[in-house]
């Protein structure tokens, strides 16, 4: 059987990327700080894990091997989102952004790099905003920028040991997590939240709605695939036009 390993894979987009592995044949190792609220299947395994250091992506491997499989695969999904001016941003909320955007997939890629055999695959969730620049935002972009050069490079590394490597830049996804950021003073939201996302839609999006979760969830096993086996090195927009390249 097949094994994905997903950091964040129990609540948000990543739910949706655990169910769509599972219902592709897959065992899933769910690694993430909450236990997922959705039903598990095909032997499929959550672990308590803090994927903002080595030793909790470790853990995954280490759990992934005691099951019986092939570790394909592996994708970095943690992520948090919040707007905020230069003028508010501290040590702090530096700290946290990057430790969870950035630092979470360098640790999964180089615990990966390390694990995965030949024609293993690894797929880090970025976002549009690692490809263009939004009002108080430079923080959140300034990370997944990062997660997207970071990518780019080791793509090169590790071509040579078979293993690919890329990344998915999603437009806004309706999450939880998503609409509580959109929600706060320094969002583009802020109290208006469907109709920033009517303005959105109507001003940059080419076609006549967003992606969702699913739609990730559908690309990364995509990626995944035999299919894509000349495919690494990519940062792919899926963001309905918003970008077009």
Not at 36 to 52: G, H, I, Q, R
Not at 109 to 115: G, M
Not at 146 to 168: C, H, M, S, Y
Not at 171 to 195: H, Q, Y
Request: overall charge positive.
């Amino acid at each position: 059987m097949r094994i994905a390993i997903i950091s964040g894979g129990s609540r948000g987009i990543g739910e949706e990327i655990s169910k769509t592995f599972m219902e592709s044949g897959y065992k899933v190792i769910i690694g993430s700080r909450s236990e997922p609220k959705f039903k598990l299947s095909n032997e499929s395994v959550w672990v308590k894990m803090d994927a903002t250091t080595q030793s909790g992506h470790e853990k995954l491997f280490t759990e992934a091997k005691r099951e019986s499989g092939f570790i394909q695969t592996y994708i970095n999904n943690v992520g948090y989102s919040e707007w905020r001016s230069i003028e508010n941003v501290d040590q702090t909320f530096i700290d946290h952004m990057f430790s969870t955007n950035l630092f979470s997939t360098i640790y999964g890629c180089k615990v990966a790099a390390e694990n995965l055999t030949s024609g293993g695959n690894i797929i880090n969730i970025s976002s549009i905003a690692g490809k263009r620049g939004t009002k108080n935002n430079s923080i959140y972009c300034a990370t997944k920028f990062g997660v997207n050069g970071f990518t780019q490079a080791l793509a090169k590394e590790l071509g040579k040991k078979d293993i690919r490597v890329n990344a998915i830049c999603p437009v806004l996804i309706k999450t939880e997590g998503l609409l509580e950021a959109l929600g706060k003073e320094s969002s583009p939201a802020s109290n208006r939240i469907d109709n920033f996302f009517n303005i959105f839609i109507k001003q940059q999006v080419a076609l006549s709605s967003l992606p969702n979760s699913k739609d990730v969830g559908k690309l990364c096993l995509f990626l995944a695939s035999p299919d894509a086996s000349s495919i690494t090195g990519q940062c792919i927009n899926l963001d309905s036009g918003v970008i077009p390249s």
